[in-house]
Antibody
């Protein structure tokens, strides 16, 4: 059974860069899935951030596209999220997920990232 | 404002049935399959329905999904107090080239 686990700093300063990693176990990151990030501001709904296929194809939320990078490391079976120029509006629980087609079938437990000085 | 529209809340008594609607457009639900997710308090979302009406293994048949045109519906029968959660619909939007979710519906089992 595939498992995903997010890791990274829980606090980022305004205008700084948010960096998170998702460790994938129980399956290869080179398999035919979309490796995705979804976030959820406190008390609010889900927001799709972006996704990457192991071949390097990426898609990003248009509202975040200029600030987001997603990368995959096949040697370590991890994928990562990088969000630059963060503000308080980027405070959220960030989930990594594995998607097949249009469905997020496996999710990490989520990690809260707070943007504050 | 979410691309997909869901009612903010629904409620029903234990043992009863409830439906949750998800309205979109031709560029999202009208063109692509819909998934439904359950998010219990303090936990990560879990897929209940994928490809409009398919249940992953382990999801009871009390949960069902359907799609018609640019709208989708989640049905839950034989409601239990443990079903109290937030429910989200999601799909792909061809115009945005992005994943989209509904705003979420809070289910209260009275």
């Amino acid at each position: 059974q595939v498992q995903l686990q997010e890791s990274g700093p829980g606090l980022v300063k305004p205008s700084g860069t948010l960096s998170l990693t998702c460790a994938v176990s129980g399956g290869s990151i080179s398999s035919n899935y979309w490796w995705s990030w979804v976030r959820q501001p406190p008390g609010k709904g889900l927001e799709w951030v972006g996704q990457m296929y192991h071949t390097g194809i990426t898609n990003f939320n248009p509202s975040l596209k200029s600030r987001v990078t997603i990368s995959i490391d096949t040697s370590t079976n991890h994928f990562s999220l990088r969000l630059t120029s963060v503000t308080a509006a980027d405070t959220a629980v960030y989930y990594c997920a594995r998607a097949y087609g249009y469905s997020f079938q496996h999710w990490g437990q989520g990690t809260l990232v707070t943007v504050s000085s | 404002q979410s691309v997909l529209t869901q009612p903010p809340s629904v409620s029903a008594a234990p043992g009863q049935k409830v439906t949750i609607s998800c309205s979109g457009s031709s560029s999202n639900i009208g063109s692509n399959s819909v998934s439904w997710y359950q998010q219990l308090p303090g936990t990560a979302p879990k897929v209940l329905i994928y490809e409009n009406n398919n249940r992953p293994s382990g999801i009871p048949d009390r949960f069902s999904g359907s799609k018609s045109g640019s709208s989708a519906t989640l049905g839950i029968t034989e409601l239990q107090t443990g079903d109290e959660a937030d429910y989200y619909c999601g799909t792909w939007d061809n115009s945005l080239s992005a994943g989209v979710f509904g705003g979420g519906t809070k289910l209260t089992v009275l």
